[in-house]
C-alpha cells in the first residue's frame, strides 16, 4: 500500500489488518516506515505487517521497491501530494512532480502486480483518488488534473480484467482530516489567533455542496476500501466510488 505512514492510507492499513490481511506499508523516509510498522504490530500483535520506503517521486527508488515486493493480492494505490497554489505559479518541475507521484505511482504499482493477479485469479487494485478529480479546484489545478488522470487509469485497467476475479476501482474522497490538511488548519489557525477547531468548522460551513458539512475521517475512506478489496465486492469493477460528504452534486 503505498502513501501508508500517516492519514488516509494509515487508516485503510490498520483496517485491513483488522480483517487479518497481510499488510505492506510504505513512505519516503524510512525512519517513519519503521515507527509505522511497529505502531501496527502494537496495535495487532502477532499480525504480519512489514514496510518498504521509497519515495515515488524518484524512479531509481521505486525500481527498489518493486524488486523487493513479492506476489500481490490487494494494491492500495494511495500516495499523493496537495497544495493550493496559483496556477501561474506552478512550475513544469512541479507538475512532473504531480504527475510522478500522483499517477505513475500508481502505473508502476498496477504494472508490477495486475499480472500476477490475472495469473492466479484474483486479486484487487484499489486508487484512492478525490473529489477534486471530478471537480478541478481552481487553486488546485495541478492536484485535481493528477486526480482527473488517475479515474482515466484506474478505468482503462478494469477492462484488462475482463472475465477474471480481479477487479479494479476507485474511492473519490470528499476534504478529510488527514495530517496534511491537519497541518495546513493549524497554520492558518495560527496566523489568525483562532482555534483549530474554530478553522475546522469554518472551511467545512465555506464548502456549500457539502452534505455532512465537516471534514471526514480517515476512517471513514477506509471502511469503503475494505468493501472494495474484499471478496464481497466481486460485481463492482471499473467504478469510481464516493465517499465524499456529498460534496459532489451529480448523482451518478
Do not use: C
Request: a negative charge.
Amino acid at each position: 500500500m503505498s502513501g501508508s505512514t500517516q492519514g488516509i492510507g494509515y487508516a485503510i492499513a490498520e483496517a485491513l489488518l483488522r480483517e487479518g490481511a497481510s499488510v505492506i506499508v510504505n513512505g519516503r523516509e524510512e525512519e517513519r516506515v519503521r515507527a509505522t510498522v511497529d505502531a501496527l504490530g502494537g496495535i495487532f500483535p502477532g499480525a504480519d505487517v512489514t514496510g518498504v520506503a521509497a519515495d515515488f517521486s524518484d524512479p531509481d527508488q521505486v525500481r527498489l521497491l518493486l524488486d523487493r515486493l513479492g506476489a500481490i493480492d490487494i494494491l492500495v494505490n494511495n500516495v499523493g501530494v496537495f497544495e493550493v497554489k496559483e496556477f501561474a505559479d506552478i512550475s513544469d518541475q512541479e507538475w512532473q512532480r504531480y504527475v510522478d507521484i500522483n499517477v505513475m505511482s500508481g502505473v508502476r504499482l498496477s504494472r508490477h502486480a495486475l499480472g500476477g493477479m490475472l495469473d492466479r485469479g484474483w486479486g484487487r487494485i484499489l486508487f484512492i483518488a478525490s473529489e477534486s478529480g471530478v471537480n478541478v479546484p481552481a487553486g488546485m489545478i495541478h492536484y485535481g488534473t493528477t486526480k482527473a488522470a488517475t479515474l482515466a487509469l484506474s478505468n482503462g485497467l478494469a477492462k484488462l480484467t475482463r472475465g477474471t476475479e480481479v477487479t479494479v476501482n476507485t474511492i473519490l474522497g470528499g476534504p478529510t482530516y488527514s495530517d496534511g490538511v491537519a497541518g495546513v488548519v493549524e497554520q492558518i489557525a495560527q496566523a489568525q489567533g483562532a482555534s483549530t477547531d474554530d478553522v475546522k468548522r469554518t472551511i467545512a460551513a465555506g464548502n456549500q455542496t457539502s452534505l455532512v458539512q465537516r471534514f471526514l475521517d480517515p476512517a471513514e475512506i477506509a471502511h469503503l476500501a475494505v468493501y472494495l478489496t474484499s471478496p464481497l465486492s466481486s460485481a463492482t469493477n471499473g467504478a469510481a466510488l464516493r465517499a465524499d460528504g456529498g460534496t459532489l452534486t451529480s448523482t451518478l
